[in-house]
């Protein structure tokens, strides 16, 4: 084998140090990831934001040569995650397939439901179906891929297969096994949403926003993950640079909450207010009156909050419904033990139940209800909360 061959093999066209090598690899990862969270989620899926077509093509170069993952199919699966969150039909949920399999196997899971041919059409529905769409990047995945492969051999030499194995990992790792995976099962919550998603870390830098993962399930629409003063979404600040260039429209963001003063009874704009943000209902609620309840009765009997088991202390913010047979009767014989808790456990159902309830001028009602019987209950936690719900606006409507 000839020297230039040789020296081929072991540096390529570019003879790049070990510096130069890995600021190209987390470049390229970077972009996937941008791809992933800016195209394939919030604009193609939830249609949060509408990017600039040059911009959208680009994504999708990039998403066939970086990892071979057709538009529709990724949106489909997505769509019926949020669809189907934590019940059996769930793509990818650790409550049904355990934590060890999404995250370690996530991509295996990705794939099986990529295959249902019937839910690529009820939930895929809108993506792209021109002419490339069909004759390269979703009739030839994995040429993709491959071309990535010669390029990065041909840059770095042999060591070019190593960063080409790291970049084919990447999304199916961090998006397909930590975010399916470690999303729904560590963190902190924002949100009291009727899923098991967590905030992963409050500054989404490495994954590009999707480690607020909590947030956007509470408000999935919303092109902009950060929903606390404490927060950063690397993706929002991308999406508004391209805003001002003109290269992105955003098209939907979470409303934020107002809490009007001397509000005597329930309004349409009060139903409005807490049926948009319900999962911040349930959060306060859980904060302002549960917690306080819980701690009162521990000082009684001399002891702290953190000798209630955390597991209980989820189960009364969720309503049980991530507790077995078993932990239900636990939590029943707690509450018969604990009277004010028992009341205070009931009118969190009650709400909880009354947000689900369809027909506009019976859901007021039934609100105008609750709160009259809130401020009637005798418990002071209850009565505060009531005084501070009937309040509720949706901000600048």
Request: a positive charge.
């Amino acid at each position: 084998m000839s020297d230039a061959v040789l020296n081929f093999l072991a540096n390529g066209l570019t003879h790049a140090g070990w510096l130069a090598k890995l600021v190209y690899l987390l470049v390229m990862t970077q972009l996937t990831i941008f791809t992933v969270t800016l195209y394939l989620h919030r604009c193609q899926t939830h249609r949060g934001v509408d990017l600039h077509w040059s911009v959208s093509h680009f994504f999708r170069f990039w998403g066939w040569l970086t990892t071979g993952m057709v538009t529709k199919e990724w949106v489909a699966v997505h769509r019926k995650h949020h669809a189907k969150v934590e019940t059996e039909e769930d793509p990818h949920s650790p409550q049904i397939y355990g934590i060890k399999k999404v995250f370690w196997d996530g991509v295996s899971l990705y794939r099986e439901a990529a295959l249902k041919k019937d839910d690529l059409e009820k939930y895929g529905r809108g993506t792209p179906d021109d002419w490339i769409e069909r004759k390269l990047y979703g009739g030839h995945p994995y040429w993709g891929p491959a071309l990535m492969l010669v390029i990065d051999v041909a840059l770095f030499g042999v060591i070019g297969a190593a960063i080409w194995a790291v970049q084919m990992i990447w999304i199916p790792f961090w998006a397909a096994g930590f975010v399916n995976g470690v999303g729904h099962w560590w963190g902190y919550r924002n949100f009291e949403s009727a899923d098991t998603a967590t905030n992963l870390i409050p500054w989404g830098f490495w994954i590009g926003g999707e480690e607020l993962h909590n947030n956007h399930h509470a408000f999935p629409s919303s092109a902009k993950f950060a929903l606390r003063r404490w927060e950063f979404d690397i993706g929002w600040a991308a999406i508004c640079a391209l805003r001002a260039v003109g290269l992105a429209k955003v098209l939907r963001v979470a409303p934020a909450l107002d809490v009007r003063p001397n509000v005597h009874l329930p309004d349409a704009e009060t139903l409005k207010a807490v049926l948009t943000h319900r999962f911040q209902a349930m959060t306060d609620y859980y904060r302002g009156v549960i917690v306080p309840t819980l701690r009162e009765e521990a000082a009684h009997a001399g002891e702290s909050l953190r000798s209630v088991p955390r597991r209980l202390r989820r189960a009364l913010a969720d309503g049980g419904r991530w507790l077995d047979s078993e932990g239900r009767e636990r939590m029943q014989a707690v509450l018969a033990k604990r009277p004010t808790l028992r009341t205070v456990y009931e009118f969190r159902n009650r709400l909880a139940a009354l947000m689900e309830q369809r027909g506009a001028e019976q859901a007021l009602k039934g609100l105008q209800q609750w709160i009259v019987e809130a401020e009637q209950s005798g418990i002071r936690a209850l009565q505060e909360f009531a005084a501070r719900l009937k309040g509720y606006a949706v901000a600048g409507a």
